[in-house]
């Protein structure tokens, strides 16, 4: 018999105790495989790649995302909570272990207390999970010059060299500024800093995608065709097209593209016709239009509008502006640019006044300050070197830890780390109910897995701000010290590790694929 359809493929179907039992004992083996990295201490994971390469790494969604476990049901345990690291990585940047080894804890503390209704249980444990995140924003302190390095330095794994670069990246750029990670051309690792701006353009399509390890759209040398009226076919903007050919240049479309265009553009680009990227206009409501004559001026690109007199069959390449370089992700869009001439300088002068005079409406003033931002913006660039392509490898997933958990730190400010927070709250919240007492209990172990990789024994007592240096054995005072950790990578952590658990504590039933050996047949 053969089976052809999804819906044709043999099912195994576990229950109740079984069905948890094998789905945390794939937990537990991918909590083993990434918890050795958390901390000061923590140590590297070597693991083979698909090619049969080995590949040394002490990043923890790096480690989590090469487990795949053979039996099925431990492997759909594995799996969500790698998804609780990766949702943690794409919100802070950080985090991706201590979100790991909180949902191993939580889920092993829960399915040990057999006793209690599963939704109560579920109601305290997101009470309780609100009650931390209320404490760790009070507890929250702002970071200035001095603290940053120390973030950066924690962020790449206790590498003060690496984050020395990336504070002196933040201090050049500001804390509205952008960081970037490249690949250095000389093997030495360097900080530039160019004249750039920061869009909230996510991108469109995973094929367009041309770093699939970052899961960016990067565009070398692009030209760039702005349009506020939708393109509705491919025809439109021929002559474009072959112009962006004919001078071997990419093409960055910013605008709306009808599902023609985008169908033709993404196929030419799968078959390596052209080199294309689309995202939609910047800004929204009252200042998109400004929003979008700002990034003209800072490319040099004439926007078009039918509804102005502007008419696609008549366009030529005297519209197009351009940038040194485009990095689009799932989030923004990064122009770095040569911003330079009188218009753009005009252009600063103007958001200026406006600014000035805006005194009724916040809301319009913040708008106006995120443009001047946009027209002053500058791109730092962290060139990562390295003597092997493993090096190589390892120094990049660090930096960009780094690089996420130090923005994170400067938006929303730092709590003492290793693992100290998230205990100071454990002993400063009192549980209502058993899924309070659950949750509370659980937040203690990253703390005690750090401590278990330096091998050191939990002290008995610790004052408030006080923690362990595991490089020394000895108490300090963690903010004075310098062992931080941004409170975006705390709470991030926290919250999709309690996601991912509170719905595999209410399961009873698993259905998987049937796995066959070739032996078997």
């Not at 519209?319 to 990064?334: P, R, Y």
Request: proline content about 4%.
């Amino acid at each position: 018999m053969e089976y052809n359809q999804p819906s044709q493929i043999v099912k195994d179907l576990n229950f109740s105790h079984d069905a948890k039992a094998r789905i945390i004992e794939g937990v537990e083996k991918l909590n083993n495989a990434v918890k050795s990295t958390l901390g000061a201490s923590g140590k590297c994971v070597i693991y083979e790649d698909a090619l049969g390469k080995p590949v040394i790494t002490k990043d923890g969604v790096t480690v989590a995302e090469s487990v795949v476990l053979y039996d099925p049901v431990e492997n759909i345990g594995a799996t969500l909570i790698k998804e609780a690291a990766s949702n943690t990585v794409k919100e802070a940047g950080d985090g991706t272990t201590t979100a790991t080894v909180l949902a191993h804890s939580l889920l092993k503390i829960a399915n040990a207390r057999e006793a209690g209704n599963v939704r109560e249980i579920k109601d305290g444990i997101k009470t309780a999970t609100d009650k931390v995140i209320k404490y760790l924003d009070k507890e929250s302190i702002s970071v200035d010059d001095g603290l940053l390095e120390h973030v950066a330095t924690i962020s790449t794994n206790n590498d003060s060299e690496l984050g020395t670069f990336i504070s002196s990246a933040y201090n050049k750029v500001g804390k509205d500024g952008v960081v970037l990670m490249e690949e250095s051309p000389t093997g030495e690792t360097y900080v530039d800093v160019v004249d750039g701006i920061q869009i909230k353009s996510p991108l469109k399509s995973p094929h367009l995608i041309t770093d699939k390890d970052r899961g960016v759209a990067e565009l070398d040398n692009p030209l760039v065709l702005i349009t506020s009226s939708p393109i509705p076919n491919v025809r439109k903007i021929q002559p474009i097209l072959e112009h962006c050919i004919k001078k071997n240049r990419p093409l960055l479309i910013v605008g709306e593209l009808e599902q023609q265009p985008k169908a033709a553009l993404l196929a030419n680009k799968v078959k390596g016709n052209i080199k294309v990227n689309f995202i939609d206009l910047p800004g929204f409501g009252p200042t998109k239009q400004d929003s979008t004559e700002d990034l003209a001026i800072v490319t040099g690109a004439k926007v078009i509008n039918e509804e102005l007199g502007d008419d696609f069959d008549l366009i030529d390449i005297d519209c197009l502006g351009e940038a040194v370089k485009t990095v689009t992700d799932d989030k923004h869009t990064v122009f770095t640019v040569n911003k330079s001439g009188k218009n753009l300088k005009d252009r600063i002068k103007q958001v200026k006044d406006i600014i000035g005079k805006e005194t009724k409406n916040p809301f319009l003033k913040k708008k106006q300050q995120e443009r001047l931002a946009i027209l002053n913006g500058s791109v730092g660039i962290v060139f990562v070197g390295a003597d092997s392509k493993v090096e190589l490898k390892e120094k990049k997933d660090r930096i960009e830890d780094a690089i996420y958990a130090t923005k994170a730190a400067l938006q929303e400010g730092i709590v003492p780390g290793g693992g100290i927070a998230l205990l100071n709250a454990s002993n400063n919240i009192k549980p209502k109910n058993v899924g309070e007492e659950l949750l509370l209990q659980a937040i203690q172990t990253p703390f005690n897995t750090i401590l278990d990789n330096a091998g050191i024994e939990k002290p008995s007592k610790l004052v408030k701000g006080q923690g362990i240096n595991v490089v020394t054995g000895k108490k300090v005072n963690m903010i004075k010290s310098g062992i931080i950790d941004p409170v975006l990578v705390t709470k991030s952590a926290l919250k999709n590790a309690v996601s991912v658990v509170t719905t595999i504590i209410s399961a009873d039933c698993v259905i998987s694929n049937m796995r066959i050996n070739e032996s078997d047949q």
